[in-house]
């Protein structure tokens, strides 16, 4: 197990992101479930986003789409915001560093 490095003071409190290991063992193995949440990690780096955001594994979140993955995104520790987003598998975690850089600029979080 890796340890997380802790939040920056620039940014003390980091956006969680709970990404649904149900989904992820009931995707098609062509979508590659079990390797996303490595996918999602080097996204998150290659948009700057790796040093602010937590990924972590949860259990069943309630909503199971068919070929998506749900996420539960935590802006930061007020939980304010917290809202679900669903993910394309075969989008390697692009599309959740592009709504993850949209919520950081309507929050003023650079």
């Known amino acids: ?4 490095a802790p939040p920056s003071v620039e940014h003390p409190d980091p956006t969680e992101v709970h990404l649904c290991y149900r989904c992820l063992v009931r995707l098609p193995v062509e979508a590659g479930g079990a ?3 490595r996918r999602v990690r080097e996204a998150l780096k290659t948009h700057g986003l790796a ?5 972590i594994p ?3 979140l309630g ?15 007020t939980a304010k915001g917290t809202h679900a987003k669903l993910i394309d ?3 390697d975690g692009e599309d959740l560093a592009q709504h ?11």
């Open 1 to 4: 197990m890796t340890k997380r």
């Open 35 to 37: 390797d996303l949440p």
């Open 51 to 55: 040093n602010r955001t937590q990924l």
């Open 58 to 60: 949860a259990s069943c």
């Open 63 to 77: 909503h199971c789409p068919t070929g998506l993955v749900t996420t539960l995104v935590v802006p930061d520790a």
């Open 89 to 91: 598998p075969v989008a």
């Open 100 to 110: 993850l850089k949209q919520v950081l600029a309507k929050a003023g979080r650079p």
